[in-house]
């Protein structure tokens, strides 16, 4: 059974930067595509970035690009979302999610962008 535990999740100022953590525990990390989605309430839960099983392939939401990198270091088991420039629209619940062997999601971190 595949678990996911996020991390780095906290309140920055606006124009700060954060770096999120998802450990991959349970399977085999380095067959998985993995992504970073997020969610506030009352919406729908939207794809941040994701990336391929061997690190290749970043694809970024619109809103993110220039600003978020998606890497991965398969050594360690864990992908990493490096947030930079943030703004109080980033302020959301980010999740991690893994594509293989099945579909897979973390507990979620709380990012709060302060304006």
């Known amino acids: 059974q595949v678990q996911l535990v996020e991390s780095g999740g906290r309140l920055v100022q606006a124009g700060g930067s954060l770096r999120l953590s998802c450990e991959y525990y349970?399977?085999?990390?380095?067959?998985?595509?993995m992504a970073w989605f997020r969610q506030v309430p009352g919406k729908e839960r939207e794809s941040v970035a994701a990336i391929s099983s061997t690190g290749g392939r970043p694809h970024y939401e619109d809103s993110v690009k220039g600003r978020f990198t998606i890497f991965r270091d398969n050594a360690k088991n864990t992908v990493y979302l490096q947030m930079n420039s943030l703004k109080p629209e980033d302020t959301a619940v980010y999740y991690c999610?893994?594509?293989?062997?099945?579909?897979?999601w973390g507990q979620g971190t709380q990012v709060t962008v302060s304006s």
């Open positions: 349970g399977g085999t990390f380095s067959r998985s595509p």
């Open positions: 999610n893994a594509a293989v062997p099945g579909d897979y």
